[in-house]
């Protein structure tokens, strides 16, 4: 059994949930650990196991080159590699944490490797769907492999009705989490290639 001592990092990030709708943590992840899962992420990339990305789920997908341009890739965690379980534990972890302190109900995940090319985008959406809520919180990790200067574009924006527009620019190993039914978010044209893992934080799908 995990042990119940604070952890100051997921306080931090529960603060910021609760106060803001979003927290941005730039070392949740070990620069290692980033590496580990770039290179995968590319590995993945080279033998053609990307797929474009659609609109919608499962059940109405719909893909758009107006709306959104990146390449995905579903990691399966029963499939996974030794850095991409690291990854999963990780996440475990916190997401136990959230369960303990916050009383979330979270009981599933889904994660994805996502690579936009130069020039591609997406437009301004939210993190959930007509026919499935159970998304409760967005994570999105950088695994970009240098510095990310404000003229390479790529920034995810994060709306918020009354206030100035976040930007977020993606450098390397950052992490963002923010509220999936809360905040509409897009990410700006790119210049040169962007990589990431994002994924959701789900609650149990009630079907009706």
């Known amino acids: 059994m995990e042990d119940l001592q604070l952890n100051p990092q997921y306080e931090k990030i529960i603060d910021d949930l609760l106060n803001q709708q979003y927290s941005i943590v730039d070392d949740f992840f070990l620069m290692k650990e980033v590496e580990n899962l770039r290179s995968s992420l590319l590995d993945k990339y080279d033998e053609e196991d990307f797929k474009k990305a659609a609109i919608g789920n499962q059940f109405n997908e719909l893909i758009v080159k107006a709306i959104r341009g990146d390449f995905i890739f579903w990691i399966d965690e029963k499939l996974a590699n030794a850095k991409e379980l690291a990854f999963f ?28 090319p130069e020039g591609t985008f997406y437009k301004r959406h939210l993190d959930t769907f007509q026919n499935d809520d159970s998304r409760k919180l967005s994570l999105v990790c950088y695994l970009n492999d240098e510095d990310w200067l404000p003229e390479y574009g790529g920034e995810l924006v994060i709306y918020k009705d009354g206030e100035d527009d976040i930007k977020v620019y993606p450098l390397k190993g950052r992490m963002v989490v923010f509220e999936s039914q809360i905040l509409e978010h897009e990410v700006k044209p790119v210049k040169q290639e962007r990589l990431s893992i994002t994924g959701w ?8």
């Open 89 to 116: 534990e990780k996440i475990e972890h916190f997401t136990n944490y959230l369960n303990r302190t916050c009383f979330l109900g979270i009981q599933e995940r889904e994660f994805h490797y996502a690579l936009y």
């Open 201 to 208: 934080l789900k609650t149990r799908k009630i079907n009706l």
